[in-house]
């Protein structure tokens, strides 16, 4: 079965605050700040992806948001 890994998106200008909680110990397993930059979103899911977990992401409501829902 896979682990569910929830992860909180912060963005700003320069940068994205990416924060990650699993579904079995409401702990913080990772947190990371990545480059506001086109394809690093995608690249982190990615990663944590690929290590077997099913990711659920959130993030702030705002002009940005959009560009979430193609990952």
């Known amino acids: 079965m896979k682990r569910k890994v929830y992860v909180g998106m912060d963005a700003h200008k320069e940068t994205i ?9 409401k702990e913080r397993m990772k947190e990371q700040q990545i480059k506001h930059e086109e394809g690093q979103i995608k690249k982190f899911i990615q990663k944590l992806k690929s290590e ?20």
């Open 52 to 71: 077997g977990n099913e990711i659920h992401c959130c993030c702030e409501a705002g002009g940005q948001a959009i560009h979430f829902t193609d990952i």
């Open 17 to 25: 605050q990416m924060a990650c909680l699993t579904s079995n110990t």
